[in-house]
């Protein structure tokens, strides 16, 4: 590709010359064409060249590549290709084999020996070839011309003295004990004084705080102390006033209870005369006596009245259609013959009215009175409504017919 | 001075290792105690340490009282060192009680007071002798009891001065008796008030539990 690109590259060169110049140019990738040109057709013709896009690259690994895992087509290698792989192996076998042959061996060993790999030095050496070589030098001193010249030493001069240390001459104890005695007991005596006033001072403070706290504990306690008492006199004020409260309260309340109770004595004073009267008046105090009269024999006498006055009027009633029947008889005999009852029709004309027709139509024998009565008996309760008690004529026939007797 | 080898320079004087302090200690308790005879009392001091006995040792330096110009006798600091010499024993000899007054330097006429006080005879109960001398340093009753609180306690000093109610009963009984002018139901009903309050403290009686007391007669 260079070569075509040369022109390319000196027109561009041939631009603004830039400080900076490339080995080799960056450039845009053209795009491959899908089908193989012919080598003789790319120089024939020129075609505008393509660039392609990357994006677009079949050339380029999409996706990531940390991940990508080469899988082959088929996980299983196909038949053929085992045999080949078979074939391989056994074909690299062989040249192994092959090139082991060529080899020199060391004879195999005799009968009853055996070849043993033995190492014979106490450390592992390395077997090269090459010798190891070490460079050493060595250098005599340069020869010395003088040799070195003797210590001076002067002629002895002055005389010689000689002396003698007594014993007790040195050293004097009391002399020199004295500085270390004054220094030991000057410093005892300095130190042991201001240990004795750091001492003191340090109790002393130490006594006064506790004398500071002695004073403050009792201070506190009387200080609880009167709480105390002030507390409990609170309280007690607190459940004096409370139980005088609740005495008021009671008292109120009694004041209001004996109040009530007097109004309500006066209120209903007039109540019970009230209600007895009452009740006297609707008639729940009654003599027994006078109520069993009242209720049973009073009905009782009224019904037996009525009962008799009913046989009155029903023997009167018997007695008028007796009457009447035998006006009528009496009628039809002398209706034959009219001009004697003439006298006597006004008399039973004046009977009908208490009659109706219907006794004109059923006239029986006057002998079967229990009959007359119930053919009476039903016209009657028609007629008249004081009537009706004659229902009862029929249970009382043998009282009836005695009253009428009586009568 | 012979010496058993030759020195010869002064860096070869050997003190001992011990002396300093024990010089050191023995100034401080010279400085604290102030002996009026200094060798009496060191001699006494020496033997008490040699002897592993409780040293005549006063605790804090007591400053002398400006009443007291002449060498006074007992004071607190000095019956509370007799105190912690001697009442472990309980009884003691009254030789050797004079022994220790003596070491502290306490003139015998004192002693000699306290004693016929009590009319004591050989052996002396040492918890007598103390209200004695309580009863000597204080003027009135309840001063005595009062230094007696304060030498008696294990409280640390300038607290309240605690004392058990038993010792403390012991001790009013005792000195009432001795002085001889209060009649017992006084003790009696004394005693019972300051128990009621000892009680509330765990058996403990407080110096304000009868100092603050203006009401009392003594």
């Known amino acids: ?407 | 001075m012979p010496l058993p080898e030759t020195m010869f320079c002064a860096q070869q004087i050997k003190i001992p290792p011990e002396l300093p302090d024990i010089l050191k200690q023995f100034t401080k308790a010279a400085i604290r105690t102030q002996p009026h005879d200094v060798l009496q009392w060191a001699a006494a001091y020496f033997s008490a340490l040699s002897k592993g006995e409780p040293l005549p040792v006063k605790e804090r330096i007591e400053m002398p009282l400006a009443a007291e110009k002449t060498d006074a006798g007992l004071t607190p600091g000095l019956l509370k060192v007799l105190h912690k010499q001697l009442s472990p024993k309980g009884t003691v000899n009254v030789a050797e009680l004079k022994e220790k007054w003596k070491h502290l330097c306490l003139p015998e006429e004192q002693l000699k007071a306290i004693l016929q006080l009590g009319d004591f005879g050989e052996e002396v109960e040492w918890m007598k002798v103390l209200a004695l001398g309580c009863s000597v340093l204080g003027g009135s009753l309840l001063s005595s009891m009062k230094h007696a609180c304060e030498i008696l306690t294990r409280d640390p000093e300038g607290g309240a001065a605690r004392v058990p109610f038993e010792t403390f009963s012991f001790l009013y009984s005792y000195l009432a008796s001795i002085d001889g002018e209060i009649p017992e139901e006084k003790t009696e009903a004394f005693l019972h008030g300051i128990k009621e309050q000892a009680d509330q403290q765990t058996g403990m009686v407080l110096l304000r539990n009868f100092l603050t007391q203006p009401s009392r007669p003594f």
């Open chain 1, 1 to 407: 590709m260079l070569p075509a690109r040369q022109p390319e590259k000196e027109e561009v060169a041939a631009a603004p010359a830039v400080p900076y110049t490339y080995c080799s140019r960056p450039r845009a990738l053209p795009a491959r064409p899908k089908y193989r040109a012919a080598r003789d057709a790319a120089e024939l013709e020129k075609e505008p060249i393509r660039y392609a896009n990357l994006m677009y690259d079949r050339r380029v690994v999409r996706g990531n590549t940390y991940a990508l895992q080469v899988v082959p087509v088929s996980t299983q290698p196909s038949p053929l290709e085992i045999q080949r792989q078979r074939e391989a192996r056994k074909r690299a076998l062989a040249r192994k084999r092959a090139k082991e042959q060529m080899q020199p061996r060391t004879p195999e060993p005799v009968e009853g020996r055996e070849h043993v790999h033995v190492q014979t030095e106490l450390y592992l050496e390395e077997i090269s070839d090459r010798i190891i070589e070490v460079d050493t030098e060595c250098q005599t001193d340069a020869f010395l011309d003088r040799p070195p010249t003797p210590f001076f030493i002067p002629a002895k001069t002055g005389k010689d003295v000689a002396t003698q240390i007594e014993e007790g001459e040195l050293f004097d104890f009391d002399v020199e004990v004295k500085p270390i005695l004054e220094v030991l007991i000057g410093k005892t005596v300095e130190q042991a004084l201001l240990e004795v006033m750091e001492e003191e001072e340090l109790a002393q403070l130490w006594a006064r705080q506790r004398a500071y706290a002695e004073l403050r504990n009792a201070e506190l306690a009387e200080v609880q102390r009167l709480e105390e008492q002030d507390r409990r006199y609170r309280e007690e004020k607190e459940r004096r006033k409370l139980q005088h409260m609740q005495m008021l309260q009671k008292q109120k309340e009694t004041t209001e209870k004996i109040a009530a109770w007097a109004f309500a004595q006066r209120y209903l004073a007039d109540l019970i005369p009230s209600v007895f009267n009452n009740l006297r008046e609707s008639g729940f105090f009654y003599d027994p006596i006078e109520r069993d009269i009242e209720t049973e024999f009073l009905p009782w006498l009224m019904t037996e009245v009525e009962e008799t006055l009913e046989r009155k009027v029903l023997g009167r009633t018997m007695l008028d259609s007796l009457i009447r029947t035998v006006v009528e008889k009496r009628l039809d005999a002398f209706s034959r013959k009219p001009l004697s009852d003439q006298t006597e029709a006004p008399a039973e004309e004046s009977r009908p009215t208490d009659a109706p027709h219907q006794v004109v139509g059923e006239t029986d024998a006057a002998d079967q009175p229990v009959a007359e009565k119930e053919e009476t008996d039903q016209p009657v309760p028609e007629e008249q409504p004081s009537r009706h008690i004659s229902f009862r004529l029929e249970e009382s026939d043998p009282a009836g017919t005695e009253d009428l007797e009586t009568e």
